[in-house]
Each structure stands twice: as structure tokens, then as C-alpha cells.
């Protein structure tokens, strides 16, 4: 994979007057509910750090009030934070001047919203050219961009109907495209299939996971569901008070969660659903020789094991090939394969 | 004893007789100072009245109610109010009381006009400082719980009799609203909306004519009928500064006991206040269409 994206070190966000002296309290350990009694300040992220590698899938997962929301909010800044530092491309954005992070938003993330966020008064096709009447382009090239990714995204002939005349599913695939027709390098997406039905849902996921084999964007992903985030997740960090319990790959979460908090997450999860065979193969290294010259079977690395488990029962290779177009990119034994459905 | 509680114990006679000269001069040097100067400041607005009422005179009738049912209509799509309006107006002009409605209608126009003027401009500050906020509203609750009566008062010692007096009373008689609702309007913009203007770099301004002002124009246009009533009811009484037009009959229907002619004019008054409320509501309404998603 690639390089560091999106860096954030010691971020803290501490809501209340003069809050920032509280750092202080927080760094020496007083907890949420104690900060919240004695300073009347609200705790929302302590002492967050990560790093979002380029053209990956970063998920950050938890509950409501877990802070993940205010989180996402500080890549782009609609929200300051307290302290510490949020970088992009290596540029400390907490020290932009206004007019300086306005030219970062426009270039440089795009942002789709729970609730979708899209503007009444305006048409489908008016929507998706926002962003780019912001930035002044000329409208005859924002709207054909525009009319593109609303193809993209199956929107065609909606172009003069209103937000409110679409259905829940259909309004996020225009904030999806509103976002996408400015070209950002980063996309934020907050909830943005939660508030949609579980049908609807899985469909924006997999029209996200189409459009992201294409456009390999770094995208930030702030979900309250475990499984979305095992499906869409490169990576997934997990979310507490404000604090960051575990960050890690599916597999990592799955097998090894390092809290009870985590633990108590990921317990139901069916994993023969939720994981694919690229979250699960190895390297080369790792296979015994004998097994490379046995019995193979192939598959792709976007499969699901549910998908592929009954060939592996009927067929018993001795190790499962995973291929992306044509190209074998890891290899999975049966053993390996036993294991991540034990334990 | 007894006459200390049955009588007040006022101030002495003297003291209160040279207490209130003393305002009364020092306010009469004020205006003797400086009124040339507010007349001046307000020229233009005289101008502008004098304009709009000789136009409205000047317009031949049948134009001015084709205007106003096309108007309603356009509001509307409602031939039965088209109807109500065309017979209303007929009816008026029948009664001999063409020329006042077209004074009271003048001075209805123009104040509305000032008032949006001044008041949206006030709204959009209040909307966005709080502390312009936390000025401005105990100001506003105090002039609306003052007495229309009371606002003849200053402006009358200030600018005399007139038009120009009638039409700033009435224009402080009737911001109010449309300064409290383009405010509320403003704050009441769904906060994920701006979020997401905000997310793609607008900058304040554009924020504020792209987004904030066209989601709250149902909000401020409720403003606008609001203030556009309010007026209408305090150029019947700006009648007694001056103002002519339909509330000057009335005024005199009144000290006279001229039983017909305050029914008339009254009736008239009656009939611009429902063209008014009418059109206007149905305008803000058509304005909120894309909200609710009508269309259909």
C-alpha cells in the first residue's frame, strides 16, 4: 500500500469554555464523566492518533457519542480541535487561515452526510454542480462533469427533479456525486448509508466499493455498524468516549480484539460472511512447499468464504489460489482457512 | 393627614410646569437645529412616496385591477380569488373611493418597501452575531409592546405633520416581524445543510446568498405579510399626522359620528388588507414548494 495520507497525532477535542486547560486534566487521566462533573467540559477525543494511508478504505467505527462523528469533522475542520495536530499531505491544516482551508476543502475533500445534506431549492443537477459553482467553474463544464457522475452513479433523467421527490437511497447517491464531481482526493463519509434501508444500504456499499476500484480515493468512513465496516474497511479503528480502543484490519478486530469492548463487538459476527479472501490469505512465504505442488482451487479476492467454502468442502484442495485479474496475490491454506473459522 | 392619603403627593405645581418646558424647549431648539437637516436626510423618501402615489393615481383604473388579479392570480392560480379581487375593487371605486385607496395603497407599498429595506439587512446581522442578537431583540420587544399611539409622538416633534412623519411611524410600527423572522429564518437553516455548503469551501458570503437566504425565504416572507398587516394598520392611524388616503375618513367618520362614511372606508380598508394578506401568503407559499416537495 501506499503512502500517509491523512496523519493525526494527539488530537483532542474538549467542548466547553477555556477548554484547553483541560488537556491537561485529561493527559493526567481524569475520565469523562469526572471532566464533565468538575469543569462542566465535554470530553469528545482523547488523544486520538492515526494514520490513513492513500487510496484505502479507512473506517472508524463506534457508537453514538463515541466522538466519531466530531472526528471525521476535524480532517476538513468544520470542527477545531483542542489540540494536536491533523495533517494532510503534510500540511498541519489545524494552522490554516480561513481563506487557506477554504481552498483545501474546495480541492481537496469532499464530504457526503448522514442525513444527506443536499439543498431543497435546488435541482438534482444544481446539487451535484455545488461544489463547483463554489469554486466559480464556468457552469456548461460543471454541469457536464456534473451529468457524468450522475451517470455514475444510475441517476440519469433525475437531472431537473427536486431532493425531496427522491427516495432516501436515490438522495445519497446524489450527495455522493455532489461529492465526487469536485474530484477530491479525500472523501469523508459520515454515516452515509445509516440512515437508509438495509437493502439500499448494501447497494450504496457495493456501488462505493465499484466506484472506489476505479478511483482509488482516500476515504474516511465513519460507520456505528460493525458490519459495514468489515465490508468496506481497509482498515478499521474502533471508537469509545472519545478514545480509540483498537485500530487494525477485519482480520486483526476479528481474531485479536484487544478490549472487552471491542470483544463484546465482535462476538455475533458471522465471519464466513464478512470476511473476503483478501482479508484472509498470506503470503507465499508462509506456505509449506509441499502444498504449492498439490491440488489448487482459484478464486477471486473479493469472495466472500461463505461463497466458497462449500468448494472447498467438495473439492478439498490443498491451497486455494486468490487471484486478482489474473494475478495470484496470496494464497490461502486449508489450515489457515480452519483456523479463522475457529477461533 | 387624611388629605395625604386621599390625594397624591405630587410634585409642586411650579416645578413640574418648568420641568416639562424645559423638555419642551430643549427638544423645540433640537428640532429648530437639526430639522432641516432631517428633512433633508429624508427627501428622497418623499420623493419616492409622492412617485409611487401619483403613479398609482395616475395608472387608469382598469389597468390597476388587471394588474392586481394578474398579481393574484400569479400568487394564487385561484380564479375565485382573481373574481373576489376584481368585484372587491370594483365595488370600492363604485363607492367613490378610488383616490384614498390608491393613497393608502401608495403608503402601504412604499413603508413595506423600507421596512424589507432596513429590516432583512437587520435580521441577516441578528442572525449571525449573537450579540447583535442579544441588542437587538429586548429593542424589538419593547417596540412591540409600546402602543402604536405612542410612536407618533417623537416622530411628530421631530418632522411635524406629513407624509413623510406617517411614513417612517408607520415603517417603525412595522419592522418588527420581518426583522425577527428573516433572523429566525436564518438560525432555523438545517445545520447539516451548512455543514455541507461549509464542507465545500463556500466562504460567508456564499453561504449566506447561496444557502442560508433562499432556505429561509418562507420564514422571511412570513415576515414580509406580517409587517405588510402591521402597516396596514398603522396607516389608519398615522391618519391623525397627516397621512391621507382612507384613514383619514375614517378619522373623520369618527369625530364627526359620519355613520356611512366610516362603514365605507372601513370596508375598503378591509378589502386592500385580504388582496394584501392574500397574495402575499400565497407568494411565500409557493416560495416553500421545493421544501415540501410539491410538484406533484
Known sequence: ?343 | MIDLLTEFPALPRTFLRDFKRGIDNGFKEFSRSYGDAIETFFYPLLKFLVFIEQLLLATPWPIFIGVVAFLGYWATRSYKLVLGVIVALFVVGLFGMWEDTMETTGIIVVSTLVAILVGIPLGILMSKSNNAQSILTPILDFMQTLPPFVYLIPVVMLLGIGKVPGLIAVVIYAVPPVVRLTNLGIREVDKEIIEAAESFGATPRQKLYKVQIPLAMPTIFAGINQTIMMALAMVIIASMIGVKGLGLEVLRSITNQYLAIGLLNGTAIVVIAIIFDRISQAYGKRVQEHRKGGHH
Open chain 1, 1 to 343: 500500500m501506499g503512502n500517509t495520507k491523512i496523519k493525526i497525532e494527539n488530537l483532542y477535542k474538549i467542548f466547553g469554555r477555556n477548554s484547553k486547560d483541560s488537556i491537561q486534566l485529561v493527559e493526567n487521566g481524569m475520565g469523562k464523566d469526572e471532566l464533565l462533573e468538575k469543569k462542566g467540559h465535554v470530553l469528545g477525543l482523547n488523544n486520538i492518533n492515526m494514520s490513513i494511508e492513500e487510496s484505502s478504505v479507512h473506517v472508524v467505527m463506534g457508537l453514538s457519542g463515541s466522538g466519531k462523528s466530531t472526528l471525521i469533522r476535524h480532517i476538513n475542520r468544520l470542527i477545531d480541535p483542542t489540540g494536536g495536530k491533523v495533517e494532510v499531505d503534510g500540511q498541519d491544516i489545524t494552522q490554516l487561515d480561513i481563506l487557506a482551508l477554504n481552498e483545501f476543502r474546495k480541492n481537496k475533500t469532499g464530504m457526503v452526510f448522514q442525513r444527506f445534506g443536499l439543498l431543497p431549492h435546488l435541482n438534482i443537477l444544481d446539487n451535484v454542480t455545488f461544489g463547483l459553482d463554489i469554486k466559480k467553474v464556468e457552469k456548461s463544464i460543471a454541469q457536464s462533469k456534473a451529468t457524468e457522475w450522475l451517470k455514475k452513479v444510475g441517476l440519469v433523467g433525475y437531472e431537473k427533479r427536486y431532493p425531496q421527490e427522491l427516495s432516501g437511497g436515490m438522495q445519497q447517491r446524489v450527495g455522493l456525486a455532489r461529492a465526487l464531481t469536485n474530484d477530491p482526493e479525500i472523501l469523508l463519509m459520515d454515516e452515509a448509508f445509516s440512515a437508509l434501508d438495509p437493502l439500499i444500504k448494501k447497494d450504496m456499499q457495493d456501488i462505493l466499493i465499484d466506484l472506489q476500484k476505479e478511483l482509488k480515493k482516500t476515504i474516511v468512513f465513519i460507520t456505528h455498524d460493525l458490519d459495514e465496516a468489515l465490508k468496506l474497511g481497509d482498515k478499521i479503528a474502533i471508537l469509545k468516549d472519545g478514545f480509540m480502543d483498537q485500530e487494525g484490519t477485519a482480520i486483526d478486530i476479528l481474531l485479536e480484539p484487544k478490549t472487552d469492548y471491542v470483544k463484546r463487538f465482535v462476538e455475533d459476527v458471522n465471519r464466513s460472511r464478512v470476511l473476503k479472501a483478501k482479508n484472509i490469505m498470506e503470503d507465499q512465504s508462509t506456505v509449506p512447499d509441499e502444498l504449492m505442488s498439490g491440488q489448487k482451487m482459484t478464486l477471486a479476492q473479493e469472495t466472500v468464504i461463505e461463497k466458497f467454502i462449500d468448494k472447498v468442502i467438495t473439492e478439498q484442495p490443498n491451497l486455494i489460489e486468490v487471484k486478482e485479474q489474473e494475478k495470484i496475490v496470496g494464497y490461502i491454506t486449508p489450515q489457515r482457512l480452519s483456523f479463522i473459522l475457529q477461533k
